[in-house]
């Protein structure tokens, strides 16, 4: 049987472009899996890491043109989005090369022997070494920063360990114009080129997180998708960490005196959050909680306005249109829902931006009305009416797990270390790995400090797949015990021969 073909699809019109690859057969697989698993030995070497990484930033720089058309044709997400994107990616692959140099992600712990302790300590030294060939699941609406050169593919390099790609169907040629350019960064650095490695397919996916040689597994993408491939992971006769990103909701609680102090301006900023990329970003903020009464009704004015003038956008591919179409469209027919601004297709290839309003009594116990405090892809929020404090705690405490979680605060609640402002965010704190105040939470900075992951749906796990700590992902503790100096890896050595950050007791 002949494997099946690859197509680049254009979402603008629903209509193919090119054949760009086939998709992998079982036995391709395994063979690309195994030809990763022996090439992990010329990552050993954490000089030659941290070059790959920022040669890898520079081939995909001087492909920017290439690469950023491939993308917007597969994807309709534009020049200026892909281009910043872009740099958003390049910048993740050198700042994971400067981790790899600074070293502290190893953890170097050694403790001497002791015989005063009780019981007394036999010299213990501990490092973290990585766990071997990683499976990376790219997303869908970031085609280069969460895909073939993204984050986990960086980390996971950073970390020492060969990536296999499983290519997202929305934007093929992009995955192997990005592979190609990771291909030639490890040639020029004399590396085998299968320590990053693409496969295309539905079925080929599945294979990947079976195979007895992956040692973990990175997904972004649906939970229903998610969850199969976590399942999977789990179902291995040896299981495998699976760090997925599933779907989040991202409610937003905004105060009434928030609403008072400024309800025109959190309706724009809620706008635009909602509506940036389409409503194409995991963090775009689906669930609002927003007063009664007249400073409510103010800001459901200001986000009337503000929706209303966004344009019709092109969603990443046509299943998703209709997926949201459908979706918007359920949502609505519920009892006591509202549309101010009614959410649904803007033309053949398009949709329109759109929210949905409800009494927030209405969720405050399961019921019909349980499908708004589910994820809906695309520009669309649902307002929830909320009459008294005791309604913002009885919606928050069935909304399931978030990436983000945000408080509209006035300037005087968020002063108050004792008020109501420190109370909700408390009562937030729970619900998302993020927790944002006075702001709104697209827009994920590639920062050290940065959480992106949170309760489950939306991860699977506790770590985060955007910042430093990014790494821990794809390592593995491990602790050397009366061992001859000889015999120690150089990091655990008492000279530090590469000058590691540690930490030594007694």
Same mark, same amino acid.
Request: with cysteine; aromatic share 4%.
């Given at each position: 049987?002949?494997?099946?073909?690859?197509?680049?699809?254009?979402?603008?019109?629903?209509?193919?472009?090119?054949?760009?690859?086939?998709?992998?057969?079982?036995?391709?697989?395994?063979?690309?899996?195994?030809?990763?698993?022996?090439?992990?030995?010329?990552?050993?070497?954490?000089?030659?890491?941290?070059?790959?990484?920022?040669?890898?930033?520079?081939?995909?720089?001087?492909?920017?043109?290439?690469?950023?058309?491939?993308?917007?044709?597969?994807?309709?997400?534009?020049? /200026?989005?892909?281009?910043?994107?872009?740099?958003?990616?390049?910048?993740?692959?050198?700042?994971?090369?400067?981790?790899?140099?600074?070293?502290?992600?190893?953890?170097?712990?050694?403790?001497?022997?002791?015989?005063?302790?009780?019981?007394?300590?036999?010299?213990?030294?501990?490092?973290?070494?990585?766990?071997?060939?990683?499976?990376?699941?790219?997303?869908?609406?970031?085609?280069?920063?969460?895909?073939?050169?993204?984050?986990?593919?960086?980390?996971?390099?950073?970390?020492?360990?060969?990536?296999?790609?499983?290519?997202?169907?929305?934007?093929?040629?992009?995955?192997?114009?990005?592979?190609?350019?990771?291909?030639?960064?490890?040639?020029?650095?004399?590396?085998?080129?299968?320590?990053?490695?693409?496969?295309?397919?539905?079925?080929?996916?599945?294979?990947?997180?079976?195979?007895?040689?992956?040692?973990?597994?990175?997904?972004?993408?649906?939970?229903?998708?998610?969850?199969?491939?976590?399942?999977?992971?789990?179902?291995?006769?040896?299981?495998?960490?699976?760090?997925?990103?599933?779907?989040?909701?991202?409610?937003?609680?905004?105060?009434?005196?928030?609403?008072?102090?400024?309800?025109?301006?959190?309706?724009?900023?809620?706008?635009?959050?909602?509506?940036? /990329?389409?409503?194409?970003?995991?963090?775009?903020?689906?669930?609002?909680?927003?007063? !009664?009464?007249?400073?409510?009704?103010?800001?459901?004015?200001?986000?009337?306005?503000?929706?209303?003038?966004?344009?019709?956008?092109?969603? !990443?591919?046509?299943?998703?249109?209709?997926?949201?179409?459908?979706?918007?469209?359920?949502?609505?027919?519920?009892?006591?829902?509202?549309?101010?601004?009614?959410?649904?297709?803007?033309?053949?290839?398009?949709?329109?931006?759109?929210?949905?309003?409800?009494?927030?009594?209405?969720?405050?116990?399961?019921?019909?009305?349980?499908?708004?405090?589910?994820?809906?892809? /695309?520009?669309?929020?649902?307002?929830?009416?909320?009459?008294?404090?005791?309604?913002?705690?009885?919606?928050?405490?069935?909304?399931?797990?978030?990436?983000?979680?945000?408080?509209?605060?006035?300037?005087?609640?968020?002063?108050?270390?004792?008020?109501?402002?420190?109370?909700?965010?408390?009562?937030?704190?729970?619900?998302?790995?993020?927790?944002?105040?006075?702001?709104?939470?697209?827009?994920?900075?590639?920062?050290?400090?940065?959480?992106?992951?949170?309760?489950?749906?939306?991860?699977?796990?506790?770590?985060?797949?955007?910042?430093?700590?990014?790494?821990?992902?794809?390592?593995?503790?491990?602790?050397?015990?009366?061992?001859?100096?000889?015999?120690?890896?150089?990091?655990?050595?008492?000279?530090?021969?590469?000058?590691?950050?540690?930490?030594?007791?007694?």
């Amino acid at each position: 049987m002949a494997a099946a073909p690859v197509w680049s699809v254009d979402p603008r019109t629903g209509k193919q472009r090119e054949q760009v690859a086939v998709e992998a057969t079982a036995q391709e697989v395994d063979q690309i899996v195994r030809a990763a698993h022996a090439a992990r030995a010329s990552l050993a070497d954490r000089t030659v890491r941290a070059a790959l990484l920022r040669t890898a930033a520079d081939l995909l720089d001087e492909s920017a043109e290439h690469v950023i058309e491939a993308a917007d044709a597969e994807t309709a997400l534009g020049p /200026g989005r892909l281009t910043g994107e872009l740099a958003r990616t390049t910048t993740q692959l050198r700042s994971f090369a400067d981790i790899v140099d600074e070293g502290s992600y190893l953890d170097v712990i050694i403790s001497h022997a002791d015989a005063t302790q009780t019981p007394p300590w036999p010299d213990l030294r501990r490092y973290k070494v990585p766990l071997g060939v990683v499976a990376v699941y790219a997303a869908s609406n970031f085609p280069l920063a969460f895909s073939v050169p993204g984050g986990d593919t960086a980390s996971a390099l950073a970390a020492g360990c060969p990536v296999v790609v499983k290519a997202h169907p929305d934007h093929p040629a992009t995955s192997e114009l990005c592979v190609d350019a990771l291909h030639r960064a490890a040639v020029r650095l004399e590396l085998p080129a299968e320590v990053v490695q693409l496969v295309h397919g539905f079925d080929a996916g599945v294979e990947l997180v079976r195979h007895p040689l992956v040692a973990a597994a990175g997904f972004t993408g649906s939970v229903r998708g998610g969850r199969a491939l976590f399942d999977a992971a789990a179902a291995r006769p040896q299981p495998i960490p699976f760090h997925g990103e599933l779907g989040s909701l991202n409610p937003v609680v905004i105060t009434e005196a928030a609403a008072v102090e400024r309800a025109e301006q959190i309706g724009e900023g809620l706008a635009g959050s909602m509506t940036l /990329g389409t409503g194409q970003f995991c963090t775009k903020p689906g669930f609002v909680l927003a007063p !009664l009464g007249d400073a409510g009704d103010a800001l459901v004015k200001s986000l009337t306005h503000a929706v209303s003038e966004v344009e019709a956008g092109v969603l !990443l591919d046509h299943r998703m249109r209709q997926a949201y179409v459908d979706g918007v469209a359920a949502r609505a027919e519920l009892p006591d829902v509202e549309a101010p601004v009614t959410p649904g297709a803007g033309g053949e290839h398009t949709v329109g931006a759109g929210f949905l309003t409800v009494p927030a009594a209405r969720l405050a116990s399961s019921g019909e009305h349980d499908l708004l405090i589910e994820e809906c892809f /695309g520009p669309v929020t649902v307002v929830a009416r909320y009459a008294d404090e005791a309604e913002i705690g009885a919606v928050l405490s069935r909304l399931p797990g978030n990436l983000t979680a945000t408080l509209q605060l006035s300037d005087a609640e968020a002063a108050d270390p004792a008020g109501r402002g420190a109370a909700l965010l408390a009562e937030l704190t729970p619900l998302a790995g993020r927790v944002l105040v006075n702001g709104w939470p697209t827009g994920v900075a590639v920062a050290p400090a940065q959480q992106h992951g949170g309760p489950y749906p939306a991860t699977t796990s506790t770590s985060t797949s955007v910042g430093g700590t990014a790494i821990e992902r794809w390592l593995r503790p491990v602790a050397y015990q009366s061992t001859p100096e000889a015999l120690l890896p150089p990091e655990l050595r008492d000279d530090n021969p590469l000058g590691l950050p540690r930490k030594v007791t007694p």
